[in-house]
């Protein structure tokens, strides 16, 4: 006589759902971890190779994790790399050989000792983005958020950043149309702007005086690395008006020599 076979239970759906989210989050995971040990950008049937998976299956999750802005492609070449959702996590981090560890001390020293709102940028995937920001000690308080982006064209911060490019570089991201007029004084015209990236060069810094914001002044320079490659810029902005004896004249030399002693943090 035979033995009824006994059923097996069935997960209940939000169980399945739940296996099916973890076996998504780890695959997510592992991406990330791939994508950073390479260290240069890399495609997708690559990562899929590495990891034993198909590469409809990665491609999807990189689809959703480049949505997200935790990796970006690299429109040229169609590879992946970290995004600037990534490097802003990475940055909140207290790496002793990090060096927005000393980014933000130096910005959290700008902005309790000489009333400077303190910026940390990096350019991705065209676009330049905040990785940390320190709002001054003082009446005026500029306010933004890690990860979100700025103007190219109107910030100190944004301007460094295109310097950082050969001319051809930076007129292919500005585009040969007229630039968002943010405020009167915002130079609009690519050219113009392209040809004042010289000075930039030659003197290691970038000045705005209200091309972003109305009243506000505004000094950012390169970090960086051993190599002297631009891996990202330190600004700050403070308004013209503020009665705190702060001029771009006096504000420079504070910018730059921060700029320095992170540098050496990487050097």
Same mark, same amino acid.
């Given at each position: #006589?035979?033995?009824?076979?006994?059923?097996?239970?069935?997960?209940?759906?939000?169980?399945?759902?739940?296996?099916?989210? $973890?076996?998504?989050?780890?695959?997510?995971?592992?991406? !990330?971890?791939?994508?950073?040990?390479?260290?240069?950008?890399?495609?997708?049937?690559?990562?899929?190779?590495?990891?034993?998976?198909?590469?409809?299956?990665?491609?999807?999750?990189?689809?959703?994790?480049?949505?997200?802005? +935790?990796?970006?492609?690299?429109?040229? *070449?169609?590879?992946?790399?970290?995004? +600037?959702?990534?490097?802003?996590?990475?940055?909140?981090?207290?790496?002793?050989?990090?060096?927005?560890?000393?980014?933000?001390?130096? /910005?959290?020293?700008?902005?309790?000792?000489?009333?400077?709102?303190?910026? %940390?940028? %990096?350019?991705?995937?065209?676009?330049?983005? +905040?990785?940390?920001?320190?709002?001054? =000690?003082?009446?005026?308080?500029?306010?933004?958020?890690?990860?979100?982006? #700025?103007?190219?064209?109107? @910030? $100190?911060?944004?301007?460094? !950043?295109?310097?950082?490019? =050969?001319?051809?570089?930076?007129?292919?991201?500005?585009?040969?149309?007229? /630039?968002? &007029?943010?405020?009167?004084? @915002?130079?609009?015209?690519?050219?113009? /702007?392209?040809?004042?990236?010289?000075? %930039?060069?030659?003197?290691?810094?970038?000045?705005?005086?209200?091309?972003?914001?109305?009243?506000?002044?505004?000094?950012?320079?390169?970090?960086?690395?051993?190599?002297?490659? %631009?891996?990202?810029?330190? $600004?700050?902005?403070?308004?013209? +008006?503020? =009665?705190?004896? !702060? *001029?771009?004249?006096?504000? @420079?030399? !504070?910018?730059?020599?921060?700029? *320095?002693?992170?540098?050496? #943090?990487? &050097?």
């Amino acid at each position: #006589m035979r033995r009824p076979i006994a059923a097996k239970p069935r997960p209940l759906r939000g169980e399945v759902k739940k296996a099916a989210g $973890s076996q998504s989050l780890e695959r997510g995971l592992d991406i !990330l971890e791939t994508i950073e040990a390479e260290g240069a950008d890399i495609g997708v049937r690559e990562i899929a190779r590495r990891l034993g998976l198909s590469p409809t299956i990665v491609q999807r999750l990189v689809s959703s994790l480049a949505q997200r802005g +935790y990796i970006e492609k690299n429109a040229e *070449t169609s590879r992946y790399r970290l995004g +600037y959702r990534s490097l802003t996590l990475g940055a909140s981090g207290e790496h002793d050989a990090d060096y927005s560890v000393a980014a933000r001390r130096e /910005l959290e020293r700008l902005a309790h000792e000489h009333r400077l709102n303190g910026f %940390v940028s %990096v350019l991705r995937g065209g676009r330049a983005v +905040y990785l940390l920001a320190v709002q001054a =000690d003082g009446p005026v308080a500029i306010r933004v958020i890690a990860g979100s982006e #700025m103007p190219l064209h109107s @910030t $100190s911060a944004g301007k460094v !950043l295109l310097a950082s490019l =050969d001319d051809a570089e930076a007129r292919k991201l500005l585009g040969s149309r007229k /630039l968002p &007029a943010i405020t009167p004084h @915002t130079i609009v015209d690519p050219s113009i /702007l392209i040809a004042s990236l010289g000075k %930039v060069r030659r003197q290691g810094y970038a000045t705005v005086v209200e091309e972003n914001i109305p009243g506000v002044l505004s000094v950012g320079t390169p970090i960086r690395d051993r190599s002297g490659g %631009v891996v990202a810029v330190i $600004s700050v902005a403070f308004p013209k +008006y503020l =009665d705190a004896g !702060l *001029t771009l004249q006096s504000v @420079t030399p !504070l910018v730059t020599d921060a700029a *320095t002693r992170i540098s050496r #943090m990487i &050097a």
